[in-house]
């Protein structure tokens, strides 16, 4: 599909690239941030979906909403599955180091596996 772009179109588009690259700066500082102080485990998934959101708002701006709702429906058909795999293996991840604290605490303890076992049904039966 040929674009007829007029000046205006260009200047418009060049202060969405501006943005978008002065928006692209300071969220690497943001995820910088994130990752010197431990909080981005978990959640690099939706970092990424913000970063993309970003992009997608200045599409929005440049060619209007009907192409933006559509990418926004492409992306989403290809992020989502990402997003909700990412999310599964962290909480997974979790449970796994969870587990592998406690049975470490149980052996610094002196305590059998059937010991740890019996205090974790006490726990949960509570």
Do not use: C, I, K
Not at 49 to 65: D, P, Q, S
């Amino acid at each position: 599909m040929a674009m007829n772009w007029t000046m205006n179109d260009w200047m418009l588009y060049g202060v969405v690239f501006l943005a978008l690259a002065g928006a692209g700066v300071l969220y690497d500082q943001f995820v910088t941030w994130m990752e010197r102080t431990g909080r981005e485990r978990g959640v690099t998934a939706f970092l990424v979906v913000g970063g993309t959101l970003m992009t997608l708002l200045g599409a929005w701006a440049v060619f209007g909403a009907g192409v933006f709702l559509g990418l926004l429906g492409l992306f989403g058909a290809s992020g989502l599955p990402m997003v909700v795999g990412s999310w599964r293996r962290y909480t997974d991840a979790r449970g796994r180091d969870e587990r592998d604290a406690q049975a470490l605490a149980g052996r610094m303890l002196g305590l059998s596996v059937e010991d740890h076992r019996a205090v974790e049904d006490v726990e949960e039966t509570g």
